[in-house]
């Protein structure tokens, strides 16, 4: 037996009729009668499992939404895009083209996903964020604020981009890293590790960023990055130039050991960047 029809109730979205839907049986947490979302035609939503449009959300085109997915509030998923396994898109999210959210992600708010990218496993996608091209995302990592994640970068493990940063060519962001602010990873670069980049980074390469851990008496991780306009610095709340970095050393730790060690590898990071 079918679990859902297509109602006569109709909304016109960028010329295309879709049709609110009710479920014709239980089947998950949707109980039979209960009205849901729109779609253009039935195959936009599996007639098998528990996947289910809810709210004001709407699927058209050929995109489909199966296996135990959700599509809620007034998300939309169109094109060829396909959203499956436990996954949720919600807000006023957008999966369009070939785009694939899978796994246990979640897309939600305003953030968009679109091109060939695809988003699986237990990754986050959400504020006004974009993932495109031909970007994967997925791990736990997490895509927020305004930030661009595309052409052909991978996103993964514990990591995070935010703010307005952007992540793209064939740049890979892993391990605990952290791009946020203005930062730009690009190229071939690679960021893992427990390395933080921000600010207005410009990470092209492995010889645009050098970072080491376990340093300090907080046993922090200290990372040196490229920019427009020299080499800035993070080490937990300090962010700043390499030399106001130098002058915090010299200030506060002096010719001790920790400050000798800061100098080593304030003196190889600029011979490592520049």
């Not at 060829?80 to 979640?106: I, L």
Request: net charge negative.
């Amino acid at each position: 037996m079918n679990k859902f029809e297509l109602t006569t109730e109709s909304r016109e979205v960028n010329g295309v009729t879709l049709y609110r839907i009710r479920a014709l049986r239980d089947f998950g947490v949707v109980k039979a009668g209960e009205l849901g979302g729109f779609v253009e035609k039935e195959a936009n939503l599996s007639q098998e499992g528990n996947a289910w449009v809810f709210g004001d959300a709407r699927v058209s085109g050929k995109a489909r939404v199966f296996g135990d997915a959700c599509v809620l509030g007034n998300a939309h998923v169109s094109g060829n895009a396909s959203v499956y396994d436990n996954s949720w898109v919600s807000g006023d999210a957008c999966v369009s083209d070939k785009a694939r959210v899978s796994g246990d992600a979640c897309v939600s708010d305003k953030a968009r996903v679109f091109g060939d990218a695809c988003v699986w496993d237990n990754a986050r996608v959400f504020g006004y964020a974009q993932v495109f091209g031909d970007a994967w995302v997925y791990g736990n990592a997490h895509v927020s604020g305004n930030s661009w994640v595309f052409g052909d970068p991978r996103l993964y493990d514990n990591a995070w981009v935010s703010g307005n940063a952007r992540v793209y060519d064939n740049a890979w962001v892993s391990g605990d890293a952290r791009v946020s602010g203005d930062a730009g990873v690009s190229g071939d670069a690679r960021v893992f590790g427990d390395a933080r980049v921000s600010g207005d980074a410009r990470v092209r390469t492995m010889q645009d960023i050098f970072w080491v851990s376990n340093v300090g008496s907080e046993n922090g991780t200290l990372t040196f990055y490229k920019t427009e306009n020299g080499i800035s610095v993070t080490l937990g709340s300090f962010s700043g130039t390499i030399e106001e970095f130098a002058i915090a050393v010299e200030k506060k730790h002096g010719q001790s050991k920790i400050g000798l060690v800061y100098k080593l590898l304030i003196d190889t990071a600029r011979l490592h960047i520049e």
